[in-house]
Every structure is written in structure tokens, then in C-alpha cells.
């Protein structure tokens, strides 16, 4: 399959993934937490046994969708029984490494190929239409992204290697947000007092 198809239909399925968002970030929020306290109290058998039946679960509410959006269910039922059969905890606590990786893949082929998942939202959701200016400005913004999300893979990366699960459960749990969020509040900052300003000039 070419490249381009690739992108293609990887933006798809991040289209896919947005039209349940609510359910992946609520997932995102209590997985960390959901394992912590699981193996407070049950071994790791069990605790596979509980994200393979809540992922499931999560699988049947979307039966109805198209398949792009049945891949976070799918991927956390694979984990939980390679988990089960492993019987270890990093295949669990890889988890959230392994989605920053891929989110981060998938913004860099988008800005490759110039189709930035970015404005695809941002045309998707405008009141007004988008000049070819804001375009080229949100495209160039892209690769911020990028940067960004290559800092959060690196920060999962430094909690996975560490032995500290306070800092995995509250970062992968929360801590990843306020990245994102201050770095939502530069580009907002940036749009607003440079970007428009030297438009307007």
C-alpha cells in the first residue's frame, strides 16, 4: 500500500477516533488508576481479566461503527491477554507509551504529506471559511505538535523505565493534559498576538 493511502487512512481513523473521543479520553483518565488499584488487591491474571471484559464492553458500544474506530477496544483486549499469558505488569504499564508513539506517527505523516489532521478539525468545525494564509499557518503549526507529542512519548518513555508507579499512575492518568493544555495555550497566544497581528499589518 503507498504512502499517501497509508496517511489517508490514518486520518480516517483519527477522524474516527474524535467521534468517540469522549470515551477514549474517559478510558485514557481511568486506566492508569484502574490497574493501580486493581493490583492493590488482585494479582495480575485478574487484573487483565478486568481490562479484557471493560474493553470488550467498550468493543460492543461501538458495533455499529466503522472499523477504524473499534482499534483503541481491540488494542487494550490484545494487551490484557498478552498481560494474562505474560503474567507481567509492563506489558500493562507500556500501554500509554505505545499510544503517545503512535499519535505521534500519525501526526508526523500527516505533516509529511501536507493533509495536517489539525486543520482537517479546524476546517471541520469553522463557522467561517479558513484563508489560505491561516492554512499554510496551521500547517507550519503542525509540526509544533509533533515536537510536542515527541515530548510526551519521552516523558512516557522516562515513567516507563522508572520504578516509581506514582509517576506513571498520575501522569498517565492526568499529568499528560496539562502538556498539551499549556502548550494549547502558546498556540492560541501565538495566533492571536503574532500570527493575526502580521496579518493584519
Known amino acids: 500500500m503507498k504512502l499517501p493511502m497509508l496517511v489517508e487512512r490514518y ?5 474516527q477516533w474524535y467521534g468517540k473521543k469522549e470515551m477514549n479520553i ?9 490497574v493501580f488499584l486493581s493490583l492493590q488487591y488482585f494479582d495480575i491474571k ?15 458500544l461501538l458495533k455499529n461503527k466503522k472499523e477504524f474506530s473499534t482499534f483503541f477496544p481491540l488494542f487494550y483486549m490484545i494487551v ?3 498481560a494474562y499469558f505474560l503474567n507481567g505488569f509492563l506489558a ?11 499519535f505521534s506517527l500519525f501526526i508526523l505523516f500527516s505533516h509529511m504529506q501536507r493533509r495536517s489532521i489539525i486543520l482537517y478539525f479546524a476546517e471541520k468545525f469553522s463557522k467561517t471559511p479558513i484563508s489560505e494564509e491561516e492554512k499554510e499557518y496551521i500547517y507550519r503549526s503542525t509540526f509544533f505538535w509533533f515536537v510536542l ?6 516523558i512516557h518513555l522516562i515513567i516507563f523505565l522508572d520504578t516509581n508507579l506514582s509517576f506513571w499512575l498520575y501522569y498517565s492518568s492526568f499529568g499528560w493534559y496539562f502538556l498539551f493544555v ?11 498576538y503574532v500570527f493575526l ?3 493584519n499589518a
Open 80 to 82: 490484557a491477554i498478552t
Open 11 to 15: 486520518l480516517i481513523f483519527l477522524a
Open 46 to 60: 485478574i487484573v487483565s481479566i478486568i481490562l479484557f471484559f471493560v474493553s470488550a464492553f467498550w468493543l460492543l
Open 149 to 154: 507529542s515527541v515530548l510526551n512519548t519521552a
Open 26 to 34: 474517559l478510558f485514557s483518565l481511568l486506566y492508569a488508576p484502574l
Open 182 to 192: 499549556g502548550a494549547g495555550v502558546i498556540q492560541y497566544l501565538h495566533r492571536r
Open 197 to 199: 497581528r502580521n496579518d
Open 92 to 102: 500493562l504499564k507500556i500501554i500509554p507509551l505505545l499510544m503517545s508513539s503512535i
